[in-house]
């Protein structure tokens, strides 16, 4: 298995430009114009057969290629590839019909049933024989197909469904535990069981945790429930990965997401050959907020694995049965396109290319309206592939500039904070407050798992990770070690990876690293004046949030104090000086006022730069690097005309003087 970092750069031979193609949606009428119109609007790459499973098995066994040999065959003749799917997150009538005991069971008790989609147990064995046949049978199908050069597997797993409560996954469960733990004294040692008479003597005594019911569950147990969904999700994947790697070792694997109850830096993502992230920002209705909230789920994406295909681009007017999500004006649709590829996409396909007449997606638009027409979003699509002519081969094999990196990624750090919240902002959350921060201000910001390639960041956040692995806390110091700037905040290392809380005073692995120790915490309260609030920084007061902890240095200087009430002039920020790096420890959340006032004074520690100097507030600027040279993308993000002069070199894309209107694009590249 790989080994993934955020540094990766992509797979494709070439740039891939697409969408996803439903032909079993349209009449052969409908059909047989449709790749010749694709190649029109530059199309090189549609992904088929997401949820084709009745038709590719129409009766248990009977296995029917006609259809999309026919449709590939036309697809082909216009000289455009395919990504096919493996179907498993619909299975067909037949099979629910035979087989009712594969159908999930949520916490109320309640059987899904056939009808809508991922409605079978992914966990259950009699489930993952079909899942195997009908991957086997594809793979077998396809496998010396020139047009068909990659797969993806299932769709959104864990989208609709995270914890299944069937006889399989209870069975499973058991076996998980007793693999995991060897002996139920360890495991009611880990789950701290001595609480609330919660102790087990046997594995066969445990059952799937759930949450309310009727109170708060144990945390430990939690946990494992939330890393067993996660590894059936991986054993699932990984069998049908395994007979396509063995049909056809040339074919790029990947998987659409990103979803929660996935370890994507785990198994399920080391089994694939890149990451997909199915990229919908109108799901932000604050026109002024989307494009950063955009640009942070990028980030987050390439946090996994670097360089990733977007499989679905939202095009369009867009929703389901309960919400509509904001639709791209004129523009809009190729801003965000752009935007995707500067921060990592090294291909991308839209959903879909044409909205369905039918079904409960009939309201999800695609490049072509329900009546088959083209207009302006067909011609705007066509228009960004024939830009892309010129900017594609400096895509490849490039990296995005990432200098402050704020850690994400770790499925266990977010669970433990799920687990119990409190009412404290997630690290998801305080992620993208400081994503947005220096992305605003024109850093090169991304981010970075803290067991990933630290060597060419100059800042790193780690904010609010209760659980931190030693691997990672080693690697943090050798960042430091070699002239890094860590930052630590409020809560960091306060957790054992059994989720039960450490032992050692705060915050514990991280304490020499950080040069403190944290003597007392509580909560900050919102606008109650009793609360302590602020904390001395430069000697001005600033408003800090959510959480404060009193730091005894050890052997870390102070930056800034508490400043009201009874912790007046007690440590709230600390430097420790280590190698040829520093640390700080905030005692604080990394959000609000505290976090701009931090801003300057940890971008000067560190000696950052904007990408460029000079740069007009609003315009977006991000850097792509690969041997063949630099790219630079400005997106004007403002409503009004911006002057993006200031981005060097030739100009690949949009006007040459650099002036850029509202949603305008200026790439440009500085060759190497
Ligand atoms: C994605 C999913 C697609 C389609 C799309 C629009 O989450 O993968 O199959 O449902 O959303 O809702
Ligand atoms: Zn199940």
């Avoid at 494009?291 to 369009?316: C, K, Y």
């Avoid at 905030?586 to 609000?592: A, F, K």
Wanted: net charge negative.
């Amino acid at each position: 298995m790989r080994t993934l970092s955020y540094r990766h750069t992509g797979v494709f031979d070439r740039f891939r430009f697409g969408a996803a193609y439903y032909p079993e949606h349209w009449s052969e009428e409908e059909r047989q114009s449709d790749p010749e119109r694709m190649r029109e609007a530059g199309i090189d790459l549609v992904r088929l057969g997401e949820f084709a499973w009745d038709l590719l098995e129409p009766e248990e066994g009977v296995f029917d290629f006609h259809f999309f040999d026919r449709e590939i065959e036309r697809l082909q003749r216009a000289g455009i590839d395919v990504i096919f799917c493996t179907p498993t997150a619909a299975p067909p009538r037949w099979l629910t019909r035979k087989h009712p005991e594969f159908l999930r069971l949520n916490a109320a008790g309640a059987f899904m049933q056939h009808g809508s989609r991922q409605h079978v147990c992914t966990t259950n064995a009699g489930f993952r024989e079909y899942s195997r046949r009908i991957t086997a049978q594809i793979a077998e199908h396809f496998k010396a197909h020139p047009a068909v050069i990659a797969f993806q597997t299932d769709n959104e797993i864990h989208c609709h469904f995270d914890y299944c409560y069937c006889p399989a996954c209870q069975q499973e469960f058991r076996s998980y535990l007793q693999k995991k733990y060897g002996s139920i004294d360890r495991l009611n040692r880990a789950w701290g069981t001595a609480f609330w008479a919660q102790s087990y003597r046997d594995f066969s005594e445990i059952e799937l945790p759930k949450d309310q019911a009727p109170t708060w569950p144990n945390p430990g147990a939690m946990l494992e429930l939330r890393r067993f969904h996660a590894a059936m999700a991986a054993r699932y994947q990984h069998e049908q990965v395994e007979i396509l790697r063995a049909a056809n070792p040339r074919w790029i694997i990947f998987h659409n997401g990103l979803m929660g109850v996935v370890d994507y830096r785990g198994a399920f993502g080391r089994d694939l050959d890149l990451i997909g992230f199915d990229c919908y920002p109108g799901f932000v209705f604050d026109a002024a907020r989307r494009p950063v909230r955009h640009a942070f789920t990028l980030d987050r994406a390439r946090a996994i694995d670097g360089n990733f295909i977007v499989p679905e681009h939202q095009s369009s007017f867009g929703g389901q049965n309960g919400y509509v999500h904001a639709t791209p004006e004129p523009g809009e649709l190729r801003q965000q396109t752009f935007r995707s590829i500067a921060h990592g996409a090294d291909s991308l396909l839209y959903f879909r290319w044409r909205s369905c007449r039918f079904g409960a997606e009939e309201y999800w638009g695609g490049i072509l309206d329900h009546d088959n027409l083209p207009r302006r979003r067909f011609y705007e699509v066509a228009g960004i592939a024939r830009e892309l002519q010129a900017l594609a081969p400096y895509l490849q094999r490039s990296e995005v500039r990432t200098e402050v990196g704020i850690a994400a990624a770790d499925a266990d750090a977010e669970a433990v904070h799920a687990i119990y919240p409190m009412g404290l902002p997630s690290p998801d959350a305080v992620a993208e407050e400081l994503h947005r921060a220096f992305h605003l201000r024109h850093y090169a910001v991304g981010l970075v798992h803290p067991e990933d390639d630290l060597a060419p960041l100059k800042l790193y956040f780690l904010p609010h990770w209760e659980l931190v692995s030693p691997a990672a806390a080693a690697n943090l110091r050798g960042f430091v070690e070699a002239g890094g700037t860590l930052v630590i905040g409020a809560r960091s290392g306060s957790r054992t990876a059994d989720n039960q809380i450490i032992a050692e005073p705060r915050p514990g692995i991280l304490t020499a690293l950080a040069g403190v120790t944290v003597e007392e915490y509580g909560k900050l309260i919102a606008g109650d004046p009793h609360s302590l609030q602020t904390v001395e920084l430069n000697e001005q007061p600033v408003r800090a949030e959510h959480f404060y902890e009193v730091l005894i240095p050890e052997g870390a200087e102070t930056v800034a104090c508490w400043n009201s009430r009874y912790l007046a002039g007690k440590p709230a920020v600390t430097v420790n000086r280590l190698g040829r790096g520093r640390v700080h420890y905030v005692g604080s959340y990394l959000t609000g006022p505290l976090l701009e006032a931090l801003i300057p004074l940890l971008s000067a520690a560190a000696g950052l730069e904007p990408v460029l100097p000079g740069l007009p507030e609003g315009l977006e600027v991000i850097e792509r690097r690969s041997a063949c040279g630099r790219l630079f993308f400005g997106l004007n993000n403002t409503e009004s005309t911006l002057d993006a002069d200031q981005l060097p070199g030739r100009t690949l894309v949009g006007p040459e003087d650099g002036r850029l209107a509202p949603y305008g694009v200026r790439i440009t590249v500085l060759p190497a």
